[in-house]
């Protein structure tokens, strides 16, 4: 089992910016892929980014250039720094998990296995 613990949301403004945070269980980070998924009121969870466990990195095209995923396996965390957030970015953020998810996988949502509880963004002025 892996336990995934999100924090870091809350309100901000257009154009500013968040870091979000999710704390692993020991060892998942470094061994796991890791990845963020959103969902805004009545839509569809949507692949956000992730980072397998050799450090590859995948981003949705609609916060490429914006969004930055990183991990730290010391700290078994893995963050979301969002930057010029839009309007269109407010949604609760998970973080998931999954061992074994191969690369063509890796932005459906029901491919991982361990999932967070989520964090509310809000953006708006």
């Known amino acids: 089992q892996v336990q995934l613990v999100e924090s870091g949301g809350g309100l901000v403004q257009p154009g500013g910016s968040l870091r979000l945070s999710c704390a692993a269980s020991?060892?998942?980070?470094?061994?796991?892929?890791m990845a963020w998924f959103r969902q805004a009121p009545g839509k569809d969870t949507d692949f956000v980014a992730s980072?397998?466990?050799?450090?590859?990195?995948t981003y949705a095209d609609s916060v490429k250039g914006r969004f930055t995923i990183s991990r730290d396996n010391a700290k078994n965390t893995v963050y979301l720094q969002m930057n010029s957030l839009k309007p269109d970015d407010t949604a609760v953020y998970y973080c998931?998990?999954?061992?074994?998810?191969?690369?063509?996988?890796?932005?459906?949502?029901?491919?991982?296995?361990?999932w967070g509880q989520g964090t509310q963004v809000i953006v708006s002025s």
């Open positions: 998931a998990a999954d061992r074994g998810i191969i690369l063509s996988s890796i932005r459906i949502a029901n491919q991982y296995d361990y």
């Open positions: 980072v397998r466990y050799n450090g590859y990195t």
């Open positions: 020991e060892g998942a980070t470094s061994r796991y892929t």
